[in-house]
C-alpha cells in the first residue's frame, strides 16, 4: 500500500514538471511563430458552426432515409405490382434534375404554405422552411437515389433460396429478413449510407434553394464556402473549409472501404 | 407416417399431375430429370402452391386448394435438404446448425445436438463458416441442420448429385444411419438408380409430370414394363440376404437369400447381418442345365417368369428363383437358340467380381473408410 502511494506521488511529480515545461515552452518566441501557422489553419466560431451543421445535417438525413430506403428497395427488387417503374422513376428522380428544379419542389410541397408543410407545421409542429430539418429533407431527398440504388443492387444478388433455406426452418417473413437477407446485404447498406452521407454532404443547390442560406441555421459547409467566396479576404475561410470537406469526404471513403473488407471477410468471400 | 398427395400444377409447358400415398420409411422419389420430382418435394415444403390439389401428412392438411387451405412452409415442420446445401454463409457451422432452434419452443426441440453431431461426424466443423468446407461436408451439414429444425418429415432432393464419386460414398453410409437411427421418416428424391435401391423403402416412379408406379422397391425395380422409366442400362433386381459365413482363405463372403446362397469378395459385414444386394440385368447369364466347368461362383435356379421383347436385339428377362425376382438382359438371338419361354427351367450365373460392395446396402458396420475403398477397387 505504501509502496504505491509512494509511486503515485512520483508519478505526479513528474506529470508537474512535464507540465511546467510546456508552458514555459509556449511562452517562448519559436512556439509562438508555429503556433501562429497552427492559428491559421484553425476554424473561426461561424465555421465551426457551419461544420457542425453540415455534420448533423448529414447524418440525419441519411438516419432518416434509411428506413425508407430499405422498404423501397426491396419492394423494387422484390415486389411486382402496378406502378413500379413510375416508383424507380419517382426514386431517381433527384439524380436527373437540376438541383435548384428539386429544392425549389421541395420548397412548394414542403414549405410553409405548401400542402404537406402546412398540414406537418399545423398537426405536428413539424416546420421545414428555413430551418435546418429543411436542410436534413432536402438533403434526404438528394441522397435518397444512392441509398436505394446500392441497397436494391445488393437485395438482386441475394441468393433467394436461401431465405426459402430459412423459410423451411420455421422462419416465417419477418425472420427471414432479419436473420437471412439483413446480414446479406449488409455491405450494400453500409455503402448506400456512406454514399448517401457524402451527397448530403456535399449538397448545395436544393438546399439553398429550399432553406436559403442562414448562418447557424442552413448554413451547411457548401453554402459556408460559396459565401466565403462572395466576399473580400473570404479566400483563407473557404480554402479552410473546403480542407475539412476533403477530409471528412476521405473518412467516409476510408471506412466504407474497411467496413466493406470487413464484411467481405465475414462471407468468406476470396 | 402417411403422406398422401394428389395435386396439379402447370410450369409453362410442364404439367404436374401427380397424386399418391405412402407409409412410412424412407421413400424414393425416382425419376428422369425433368420427371417433376423437385416440383414435387417443392409441393410438401410449400415452396410451391399448387393451382390445384391437396397435401396431407398424417392426417394434417397442408394443402387444400378446394378450401383455400395452405400452410406455409415456416409452419409446416418439414426439414430440407437442398441439393446445393443453402448453407447461410454469414453464419458459422454451428449457427447453422442451431438456426431451426430459434424458431422451435425448448420442450419441442427434439432430435438432440450432441447426437446428431455424432451421427454426421461433424463435430469438428462447428466453428468454420460454410464458405470453408468441402462439398462432402456442406451437405452434412445441411443434414444436420434441417434434423435439428425437430421435422415431422424430412425431404432431401438429390443431396448427392452435386458431388463427386468419392464424396458420395462418404455421405451414403450417414443417410444410412440416419435411415436407421432417427425416426423422422425421409422423402429421397434421386435420379441415381443406385442410391434408390441402396436406401428406399418404398419407390414413387415419377415420369412427366405423372405418377407411373408407386410400391415397394423390389416390385417396382423388377417390372419389365417400367425399365424404359427406371432406365435400362442401370436396371437390376433387388435381393434380401443374410450374411451367411466369411471364408478367411480366399477372401470371400456368404451370403444366403430366397434364391439361394452367393459368394462375393469379403464384405466388412456380420454373420448375420441384413442386406440387400443389387444384381445388374446385363451382369446375369442363363444357361438350360447346370453347368459344371464354370468360373461363375453363383449359379442359381429359377424359372422364366416374364420375357419382354423391345423393338431392338435386347431382351428383359425377369426370372422367378424360389420366390425371388432375378433379372437377365440378353440378346434376342440367344433367347431363341435356347428357346426361352415363360415357364422354361433355366440357371442363372453370375459372377462374384460383378457384385462389388457398391452394390450393397443395409446396416453393414462399415464407415466412410470402407466405401471410400470400395470406390478405389
Redesign the interface.
Known amino acids: 500500500m505504501e509502496h504505491s502511494a509512494r509511486l503515485w506521488s512520483a508519478g505526479a511529480g513528474v506529470l508537474r514538471t512535464l507540465l511546467g515545461r510546456f508552458v514555459a515552452g509556449v511562452r517562448s518566441e519559436q512556439l509562438r511563430v508555429r503556433l501562429s501557422a497552427m492559428d491559421w489553419m484553425a476554424l473561426s466560431p461561424e465555421e465551426w458552426t457551419a461544420v457542425k451543421l453540415s455534420l448533423r445535417v448529414a447524418v440525419v438525413a441519411t438516419l432518416f432515409s434509411l428506413p425508407f430506403g430499405i422498404a423501397i428497395a426491396m419492394a423494387l427488387a422484390r415486389g411486382r405490382f402496378w406502378g413500379q417503374s413510375l416508383l424507380n422513376g419517382l426514386v431517381l428522380m433527384p439524380l436527373i434534375l437540376p438541383p435548384v428544379v428539386t429544392g425549389y419542389l421541395l420548397l412548394i410541397v414542403f414549405g410553409r404554405k405548401g400542402p404537406v408543410g402546412a398540414f406537418l407545421a399545423d398537426h405536428f409542429g413539424i416546420v421545414f422552411s428555413f430551418r435546418w430539418t429543411g436542410a436534413a429533407l432536402a438533403c434526404g431527398v438528394m441522397g435518397f437515389p444512392l441509398l436505394v440504388r446500392a441497397i436494391r443492387l445488393s437485395i438482386e444478388a441475394v441468393?433467394a433460396?436461401?431465405e426459402?433455406?430459412?423459410?423451411?426452418?420455421?422462419?416465417?417473413r419477418a425472420?427471414v429478413f432479419l436473420?437471412?437477407t439483413l446480414?446479406?446485404i449488409a455491405p450494400g447498406i453500409i455503402a448506400g449510407m456512406i454514399l448517401c452521407f457524402a451527397k448530403a454532404m456535399g449538397e448545395f443547390g436544393a438546399t439553398i434553394t429550399f432553406v436559403s442560406n442562414i448562418p447557424g441555421e442552413t448554413q451547411t459547409l457548401p453554402s459556408a464556402i460559396y459565401t466565403f467566396t462572395q466576399v473580400p479576404g473570404g479566400d483563407s475561410g473557404a480554402l479552410r473549409l473546403t480542407l475539412v470537406s476533403v477530409a471528412i469526404s476521405m473518412l467516409a471513403l476510408v471506412a466504407s472501404e474497411l467496413m466493406a473488407r470487413s464484411a467481405n471477410r465475414?462471407?468468406?468471400?476470396? | 407416417m402417411t403422406l398422401a398427395l394428389d395435386i396439379r400444377h402447370r410450369l409453362g409447358t410442364f404439367l404436374l399431375d401427380a397424386r399418391f400415398e405412402t407409409g412410412s420409411g424412407l421413400i424414393a422419389l425416382f425419376g428422369r430429370s425433368g420427371a417433376g420430382k423437385t416440383s414435387v418435394v417443392n409441393t410438401i415444403?410449400?415452396?410451391i402452391r399448387p393451382h390445384a390439389g391437396t397435401v396431407m401428412l398424417d392426417g394434417t392438411v397442408l394443402v387444400d386448394t378446394a378450401r383455400g387451405v395452405f400452410v406455409?412452409?415456416?409452419?409446416?415442420?418439414?426439414?430440407?435438404v437442398?441439393q446445393?446445401g443453402?448453407l447461410?454463409?454469414?453464419l458459422t457451422v454451428r449457427q447453422n446448425l442451431l438456426?431451426?432452434h430459434?424458431?422451435?419452443p425448448p420442450a419441442a426441440r427434439g432430435d438432440g445436438f450432441e447426437r446428431v453431431l455424432g451421427l454426421l461426424g461433424i463435430e469438428p466443423l462447428l466453428e468454420r463458416?460454410?464458405?470453408?468446407l468441402s462439398g462432402g461436408e456442406k451437405q452434412r451439414v445441411a443434414i444436420g441442420?434441417?434434423l435439428l429444425?425437430n421435422p415431422r418429415l424430412l425431404l432431401m432432393d438429390e443431396p448427392l448429385a452435386a458431388l463427386d464419386e468419392a464424396r458420395k460414398a462418404e455421405i451414403l453410409p450417414y443417410i444410412e444411419r440416419l435411415r436407421e437411427q432417427s425416426r423422422v421418416p425421409i422423402v429421397y428424391v434421386s435420379h441415381s438408380i443406385a442410391e434408390v435401391t441402396r436406401l428406399a423403402s418404398t419407390i414413387v416412379l415419377l415420369s412427366e409430370g405423372k405418377v407411373a408406379a408407386v410400391g415397394p422397391v423390389s416390385e417396382v425395380m423388377h417390372r419389365l414394363d417400367l425399365f424404359p422409366l427406371t432406365g435400362r442400362a442401370e436396371a437390376g433386381a433387388v435381393v434380401e440376404a443374410v450374411v451367411e459365413r466369411h471364408d478367411e482363405r480366399f477372401g470371400l463372403t456368404e451370403l444366403r437369400s430366397r434364391a439361394g446362397s452367393w459368394r462375393l469378395p469379403r464384405l466388412d459385414a456380420e454373420v448375420g447381418a441384413r442386406l440387400r444386394l443389387r444384381v445388374r440385368a446385363r451382369d446375369v447369364m442363363l444357361a438350360k442345365s447346370a453347368p459344371t466347368d464354370v468360373s461363375a461362383l453363383n449359379v442359381l435356379p429359377g424359372i422364366v417368369a416374364d420375357i419382354r421383347v423391345g423393338d431392338g436385339p435386347i431382351v428383359d428377362i425377369r426370372l422367378d428363383c424360389n420366390g425371388e425376382a432375378l433379372l437377365a438382359r440378353l440378346t434376342r438371338y440367344s433367347v431363341e437358340r435356347l428357346g426361352l419361354a415363360p415357364g422354361a427351367p433355366v440357371h442363372a450365373l453370375i459372377k462374384s467380381v460383378a457384385l462389388d460392395r457398391r452394390s450393397l446396402s443395409g446396416p453393414i458396420a462399415q464407415g466412410p473408410g470402407a466405401d471410400a475403398e470400395a470406390d478405389e477397387a
Open positions: 441468393d433460396r436461401l426459402q433455406a430459412a423459410s423451411t426452418l420455421g422462419a416465417n425472420w436473420t437471412v446480414p446479406l465475414r462471407l468468406d468471400i476470396e | 415444403a410449400g415452396l406455409p412452409p415456416h409452419r409446416r415442420r418439414i426439414g430440407y437442398f446445393e443453402r447461410f454463409p454469414h438456426y431451426g430459434w424458431f422451435t463458416r460454410p464458405g470453408r441442420r434441417a429444425s
